[in-house]
């Protein structure tokens, strides 16, 4: 079963600082992998994906992750947080399910802080 | 689109009753999942409707849990005799594209078994 690992569980930073979260996923064939966002009371927002081409993807809010195949590794960067970016972040991967559906496999996510 | 709702938001019952969660799709959406997630973990994946069929179980949804879509609008989730162990926030999410790779959330139900 495919599976995705975040290391990273908590990461303070202060304002301006550059970000990168770590996501690894298990499987070895073709993945289609995303970053998903939980603001502080909000339900979880997708902030980009990876299906295949570029393997830098841009997402919205500045973010964006690169896709290296040969380490398995899916990591979300933002050269410079703000305050509003404390959130907790999902690393995810889909698995395709019977009569086209699919179901996503989170990993365990990182709760960034940003302090001003 | 006015986004996937969740009703009720917050929902403390007691060991042994039964509780019946509703989910609201985006309109249009075809493709429903219901997921749970833990304090420290992310959402894990329960189980998956395409229209009215529920076509796929994960092994998370046991005897007690039962899960309907009679119209393929919106979804119930029933969970009956509940244990501590149910406590949770259980998501609703949907999807319309072919691959429905791109899932759209809800706000969530949460549930406290005392």
């Known amino acids: 079963a495919q599976s995705v690992s975040q290391h990273n569980h908590h990461v303070i930073l202060s304002e301006a600082a550059s970000l990168e979260l770590g996501c690894n996923y298990s499987y070895g064939g073709t993945v289609n992998l995303f970053w998903y966002v939980q603001y502080p009371g909000q339900h979880l927002q997708l902030l980009l994906k990876y299906f295949s081409g570029d393997p830098l993807v841009k997402g919205i809010k500045g973010f964006e992750a690169e896709f290296i195949k040969s380490k398995f590794s899916f990591n979300l960067r933002k050269p410079s947080v703000q305050w509003s970016d404390t959130a907790e972040y999902f690393c995810a991967v889909i698995t395709i399910l019977t009569g086209g559906g699919n179901k996503l496999t989170f990993g365990t996510g990182t709760q960034l802080k940003v302090e001003l | 689109d006015t986004g996937v709702s969740q009703d009720p938001r917050h929902k403390i019952t007691k060991r042994g009753q039964n509780v019946t969660f509703r989910c609201d799709p985006i309109s249009e959406h075809n493709r429903l999942y219901w997921y749970r997630q833990t304090l420290g973990q992310g959402p894990e994946f329960l189980t998956y409707?395409?229209?009215?069929?529920?076509?796929?179980k994960s092994r998370l949804l046991s005897d007690r849990f039962s899960a309907e879509r009679p119209k393929g609008s919106f979804s119930t989730l029933e969970i009956q005799r509940t244990e501590q162990g149910d406590s949770a926030m259980y998501l609703c999410a949907s999807s319309r594209d072919p691959q429905g790779t791109e899932q759209y959330f809800g706000p969530g139900t949460r549930l406290t078994v005392t």
């Open positions: 409707f395409q229209n009215e069929a529920q076509l796929e």
